[in-house]
Every structure is written in structure tokens, then in C-alpha cells.
């Protein structure tokens, strides 16, 4: 359905498909590549990360571990089901190694003693941590606005999802312009975010602008309520364009919300898709 990169929504405002440029990784590559490369170069030949049973970046890292090469191991959250989500079948078709563990083991996986007991039983791994947010995955980002260069995006707004930070981060390292780029937060009550990006940013250019938007979450991560379901049925319907209701839906109906609030009058507005559509498959309502 995505035919090219930026298409127009309505006046002043622009949609911007990372799917377009990397078919089913979106903003994941941006995160990944430089990492996955980092670790060619390294003496690991095995990754590991986490994520929950749609996670887009476990998927991510599966397609793109197989292509550099690498053994990938997924940490999933919570005991395995006797069926699995078609994201972690996808995963594990794709080669990776899926461990499950309880809900209380997960909240401890940052712990030496998790570490520790990782490479008792995997040896030796490279260790990317979950959504793939850190240094690398930021210089990786700043290639997004060297791509919306590239396809000549007029704006001085930028607005994307944010789930762990590393995207809008390197579109704030990236940036080329005078421009203001909000985040909208798709968790509840994560006004840590805010500081976690400012730690990832290096540098934030002159007359750049950033800030992350927390009242649009509609309830919490990966809560869908009947108003979300429909504005993403509208945007199919109405627009042609396909949305996941955990991250680019909820963004994308904010930013409608923003420009009718009058919030961004005048504003030449691009929003970045960053993907993730294979998310819409946990959705039922959405199938």
C-alpha cells in the first residue's frame, strides 16, 4: 500500500513512510545497522536482546541479525504460549533463539546477575537492550533526516512516535534546519523519557527545538480503545494509509488533534511513519 516515501495528508501537513525506504523494518534499521555493524566488526557472532510477543524489535533484529550474519537471541517476556504470535513465529523462522521468562525475571534482566547467568547457558554475546535505544542506534537515526533531505520534505515541524527514545533523539542530532521536532509518547506515565533522551543526545543543533508530548498515550502501551481502532480504520479507508495502533496510530491522530487545536497553525508539518505495521496483527479488530 505504501507506494512512495512522502506523501501529502492534507495542507501543511506530510507524511513520511520509513517503510517505504526500508520495507518491514522502518525506523528499526535506522537503530539496528549501525549496531549490527559495530558487532560484524567485533569478536561476537551472537546478539541478544528482549521484547514482548509483537515486538517489532525482536522481528527487526531477527531479519536484519540473518542478513549480517549473526546468531540472534530473543529474551522474551512472560512464559511461552502453547501458540505462538505470528511476530515471534516470523522470528523464530528467521533463525533466532527464543527464551522465554516470568514477568518478575524481566525486571531484572539490567542486572549483573542476570547477565551473568545469560552467559552461562549463551557464552559470549553482544547485549543490545530493549527497542534498541543507545549511542549507536541515535548516530544510526540521523540518517532519517538525511533521507528526508534527500526527498526534498519541506517542514519546520517534525512529529513522530516515541517508545524508547532513540529515534526522535537522532532525528534532534540530525537535524539540518531550524525546526521543532515533538515526540508523542505512546506509554503512560513515562515522563522519564524525557530525560533518557536528553541523554542521548551528543549535540542538539542550534535553533532546534525538541520536546515529548504525554497526553496521548490512550491509555497505555499497546491499549487500543474504540476510538483508536477507528481513527485507524478511517486512515485506511479515507487516506489509504496504514497505520499500527500502538505507535503510528496514536501519533498520527495527535498530530491531527495538534493542528486542530490550532496548536501548529502556519507549521509546515511532517510526520515520520516509522513502520511497525506488522503489530497490527495482535489487534483482532484491526485483522
Known sequence: MLKRA????????????????????????????ANLE?????SNQTVVSFGGAWSNHLLALARLGREYGLNTVGIVRGERADALSATLQDAEALGMR?????????????????????????????????????QLAVQGCTQII?????????????????????????????????CEIIGISVLKGAHSLDQQVTGLIETTPDQVQWKILHDYHMGGYAKCPPALTQFVRQAEQQWNVLLDPVYTGKALMATLQLRAAGVLAGKKVVFVHTGGLQGRRGFSALG
Do not use: W
Not at 559495530?38 to 567485533?42: L, M, P
Not at 513522530?160 to 539540518?176: K, N, S
Open 146 to 178: 538525511r533521507d528526508l533531505a534527500n526527498h526534498k520534505a519541506e517542514y519546520d515541524t517534525l512529529i513522530l512516535p516515541v517508545g524508547t527514545g532513540g529515534t526522535i533523539a537522532g532525528c534532534v542530532q540530525g537535524a539540518d534546519r531550524p
Open 6 to 33: 512522502l506523501q501529502n495528508l492534507q495542507q501543511g501537513l506530510d507524511l513520511f513512510f520509513l517503510d517505504a525506504l526500508h520495507p518491514d523494518l522502518g525506523n528499526k534499521y535506522y537503530k539496528l545497522s
Open 98 to 134: 527464543l527464551l522465554f521468562i516470568t514477568r518478575a525475571s524481566y525486571q531484572q534482566k539490567q542486572t549483573m546477575q542476570f547477565r551473568q547467568q545469560l552467559e552461562a547457558e549463551l557464552g559470549e554475546f553482544a547485549l543490545l537492550p530493549e527497542g534498541g535505544s543507545n
Open 38 to 42: 559495530a558487532i560484524c566488526n567485533s
